[in-house]
C-alpha cells in the first residue's frame, strides 16, 4: 500500500477527474478481502455505499482488509487505510487521522453522500487501535 504522503504528492498535481480516477486506482490496490469477511459486523454505518472493514494485527501493528461495492468509495476507504495500515496501535491511537487527510480535500471534492461515512471509518479504526494497545 502506497504511503499516503506519496498519494497526496500524486493527488497535488492532479484536477476533477483525474483525482476520481486515482482513488479508484487506490480501491483497486486494496488487498482483497474474502466474501465470507463482508459481514454486517464488518459493516461500516453510515456510508451511503457499503463498505466492510475487517481489522487484523500482527503483534502491536494494526492491518486492515476493506471493501466496498462503489469503487470510488473504495478508493475512500483506501485513502483511510493508506494513513493507519500496519502501524503501531499506539501510534494510530494518538494519530489525528482527519488531520492526516485534509490535504485531500475531500469534503469539496466529493459530494457528501461519498464523504459521509469516513468519520464512522475512522472511529472504528481508532476503537480497534484503543482496544489493541491496551491489551
Known amino acids: 500500500m502506497r504511503s499516503l504522503s506519496d498519494i497526496a504528492e500524486e493527488y497535488d498535481f492532479l484536477e476533477g477527474d483525474?483525482?476520481?480516477?486515482?482513488?479508484?486506482?487506490?480501491?483497486?490496490?486494496?488487498?482483497n478481502m474474502p466474501d465470507a469477511l463482508k459481514t454486517d459486523a464488518t459493516l461500516v454505518?453510515?456510508?451511503?455505499a457499503s463498505v466492510w472493514v475487517y481489522p487484523t494485527q500482527d503483534e502491536d501493528k494494526l492491518h486492515f482488509?476493506?471493501?466496498s461495492n462503489a469503487a470510488i468509495t473504495?478508493?475512500?476507504?483506501?485513502?483511510?487505510l493508506s494513513a493507519v495500515q500496519d502501524?503501531?496501535?499506539?501510534?494510530?491511537?494518538n494519530m489525528d487521522v482527519t488531520a492526516a487527510l485534509e490535504p485531500f480535500d475531500l469534503?469539496?471534492?466529493?459530494?457528501?453522500?461519498?464523504?459521509?461515512?469516513?468519520p464512522n471509518m475512522i472511529a472504528l479504526v481508532k476503537e480497534h487501535a484503543q482496544r489493541i494497545s491496551a491489551s
Not at 483525474?18 to 488487498?31: A, C, N, S, V
Open 18 to 31: 483525474e483525482r476520481y480516477r486515482l482513488l479508484i486506482e487506490l480501491g483497486r490496490d486494496l488487498e
Open 45 to 48: 454505518r453510515g456510508c451511503s
Open 65 to 67: 482488509l476493506a471493501d
Open 74 to 80: 473504495k478508493g475512500i476507504v483506501a485513502l483511510v
Open 87 to 93: 502501524k503501531p496501535a499506539t501510534e494510530v491511537k
Open 107 to 118: 469534503k469539496n471534492q466529493l459530494s457528501s453522500n461519498r464523504t459521509q461515512g469516513i
